[in-house]
């Protein structure tokens, strides 16, 4: 099992910036990533942003730019900066975490991230 615990978000002004963590514990196996999804209301969860364990990371389109996903693999931790927020990055973003070696993946509880004026 891995555990996931999340900390940032809250309301920020368009063009705002946020800075989202993740941090793993528990049975941390290598070849791994961690990434983070969100979910809008009314919408399905898509993926934001992903980092491997080996550094490599992928962005959606609509964040590319303006988010950087990175990782501390010592400290099992992972962060999401997002700058330039618009009103359509709103919603719960999600810490993930998947093991290559077990296709087993892990979520966090959630944070909520509303970039209002």
């Known amino acids: 099992q891995v555990q996931l615990v999340e900390s940032g978000g809250g309301l920020v002004q368009p063009g705002g910036s946020l800075i989202l963590s993740c941090a793993a514990s528990?049975?941390?196996?290598?070849?791994?990533?961690m990434a983070w999804y969100r979910q809008a209301p009314g919408k399905q969860r898509e993926m934001v942003a992903r980092?491997?364990?080996?550094?490599?990371?992928s962005y959606t389109d609509s964040v590319k730019g303006r988010f950087t996903i990175s990782r501390d693999n010592a400290k099992n931790t992972a962060s999401l900066q997002m700058s330039s927020l618009k009103p359509e990055d709103t919603g719960v973003y999600y810490c993930?975490?998947?093991?290559?070696?077990?296709?087993?993946?892990?979520w966090g509880q959630g944070t909520q991230v509303t970039v209002s004026s």
């Open positions: 980092v491997t364990s080996g550094g490599t990371t």
């Open positions: 993930n975490f998947y093991t290559y070696s077990t296709g087993r993946q892990y």
């Open positions: 528990g049975s941390i196996l290598s070849f791994n990533y």
